[in-house]
C-alpha cells in the first residue's frame, strides 16, 4: 500500500541519459528501479536459486518450518523486465486454461497451494536475502510478515477450502420456495491481475495470489519492480513451482503494466498508491471489471488522558519502526490529550533507547528506505515542516537511512499531517480534548484505512463511532491486521474490497444464486402464466403478501403474533437465546423437582401453606 507508486502509463525520456524515468505524485521524475541505467548488486554467491530439479532430496532438510537465513549460498540474478511483446500471448494462456476447467476441482487447487508453500520454503534464504536487500529488511521481519505469514496462510485456506468450496443453503427463505432448494454455488471469478506493492513485496503479491488459486482462478502477478531482487525470486517460484499454464510474473514498470491494463481481466486486484489506484479503477470501469483496492490513508491516533503513557508510547512506537514505517497501516500522526503529553513523550525517549541501544542505524533490526526518490520525499516532509524534532532526525542518503523522528507540531496543516508519510516519521499533535481530536482527524482524513485509541472504554467508544476507517486497533498499533484471518481492506478513499483467510477466498468468487424447480410444481405456478385475471392477481398476492409490523410513523406494532413469539421464547431476540433460557428453566425445575422428591424441600402446598 505504498504512499506513491504512480509510475506506471507515462515513460519519459531523461534529458541526460537513456533511462526511463517516471512520474511521480508531486509531480518529479525519478528513474524506474529496473530500467536499464539502474546499478544491480551483484550476487553474493554462485548458488543459484532453489528449483524442483536442484533441491535436495533429503525430508530433514525439507521440514525446516523455521531456520535462519544461509545468506552464502543465496544467488539473486538481476532484475530483468519481461517482454512487452509476450504479455498478450501470456495472459491468453491463462484464460484458455480457465475456460478448460483445469482449475476447478479441489485436488488441483489443494496442489497447487501446496506446491507454493513448498516453492516458499525451499527459497526462503533466497526471499530473506532479496528482502534484505530490497529494503535492509532484518530476517525477523521478513519471516514474520512475509514467508511464513504467506505460509501459513496457505495452510489455513488448504485445511479450510473444501469447507468454503460447498454451496451454502440460501437464508431467509420462505416455506414456499424453500421446494425449489435455493442455494448459492461458489463459482472462480476466472482470469485475474493482482499488482502488488514494494513494502511487504511477498506478502502483498502472494497473498492475494493464496486467495487466486484457493477460488480457483487463474493469475498473472505483477510484482513491484521497486523491490526489484524479490521480484525476480517469486518469479523463480511460480516459474518452478506452479502450472505455468494458469500462473505467470510479468515483471518490468511502466511499459509492462501499461500492456497489462490493456487486457481484458475479470478482476484486478490491486496494493498501492491512490493516484495509481484512481487509474487503475478508470482503467477496468472502460471494460466493467471489478476491483479491489488496497490503498493507504492517513491514519489517526488518539491518545487520551486516561491512556497508560507507557502502553501507548511502547505500542505506537513499535508501529512505526516496523519496516522503518513504511506500512500503510501505521499511524500517520498521534493526537494526544496536554494533559498526559509530557509522560508520554517522556516514554517514547526510554522506550527508544531501550529498542536500540546502540542507535538504530547501527540496530540490524532497523530497514531502510526503498530507494533515493522516497528518501528525498519523507526528507522534504521534514525540511518543510513548522514543528519542532524532539527524537530522532538522523539522515545517511548513502544507504536511504531516516531514522525514526518525532516531531511535535502545532497544528493539522503542518507538511508531517496533510500528506501520508510512508516511513519512520511521527508527528504529534497536542489537543485539548477527544472531541478536538475526532474533528480534527475528519478533517485530515474522513476514510483512513486504520484508526488506534487509547484510553477508556467510553473514550475509545466515543471514537469508533464518530471516526471511520478501514479497520481499528484499540490498545495497541495495527493488531488488527496481524491476524490472518480477519477480514482487511478500507473505506472510501482508503480502499474497496477485503482479503486474508476466507475473504481472499470470497474476493476472487462469484457466489452464484440458483434454485431447481421441479416438474411435479407445474400446476401450482399456473398462476404467473398469461391471460392475466383478476383471480389470478387476487390468488398471488394472498400467496406473498406480507403485513408490515410498523404503523404510519414508523413505529413497530406488537399484535398477538408478537406476544406470542415473545413468551415462546422468554423475552429472547432469536432462537439460540430462547434454546439457552428454555435449557436453564427445565434445569431449575428439574433441580427443584429433585429437592422435593429427596425431602431436602417440603411440597410445594406446604410452602405456599407456609408463606401464608
Known sequence: METISANILYPIQSKNSSSLYSATMDGSHS?????????????????????PTTRSKSMANRTRLFRLPNMSAVSIPPFEATAVESIPST??????????QKTKPIEWRLQQLRKLWWGMDENADALIEACKKDLGKSAFEAYISEVDWCKNDIIFVTKNLAKWMKDEPAPDIPLTNSLLKPKI????????????????????????LIGAISAGCTAVLKPSELASATAMVMKNIVDNYLDTSAYAVINGAVAETSALLNEKWDKIFYTGGTVVGTIIAKKAAETLTPVTLELGGRNPAFITKNADPRLAARRMLWGKIHNAGQVCISQNYIMVEKEILPAFIEQLQIAMKEFFPKGQKASPDFSRIINNRHFHRIKKMLDDTKGRIIIGGEMDESENFIELTVVLVDDASDSMIVDESFGPLMPILGVNDIEEAIKTANSVDSTPLALYAFGSKAETSKVLNEVASGGASLNDAFFHASIPTMPFGGVGTSGQGSYRGKSSFDTFTHRRSMTTTPGWMEKMLGVRYPPYSDAKLKQFRQMSRKKPNFDRDGR?????????????????????GALVRWAVVIVVALGVKRYVDTGLLPPLADLMFWKK
Open 31 to 51: 528513474p524506474i528501479e529496473g530500467s536499464p541505467s539502474m546499478d544491480h548488486p551483484s550476487p553474493i554467491s554462485e548458488t543459484p536459486l532453489i528449483s
Open 91 to 100: 495472459v491468453n494462456l491463462c484464460k484458455t486454461t480457465f475456460r478448460s
Open 185 to 208: 454455488r461458489k463459482d472462480p471469478l476466472g482470469t485475474v491481475l493482482i499488482i502488488g506493492a514494494y513494502n511487504f513485496p511477498i506478502q502483498l503479491t502472494f497473498g492475494p
Open 556 to 576: 413497530e406494532t406488537k399484535g398477538i403474533s408478537y406476544w406470542l413469539s415473545f413468551l415462546g421464547a422468554l423475552g429472547s431476540e432469536g432462537p439460540s
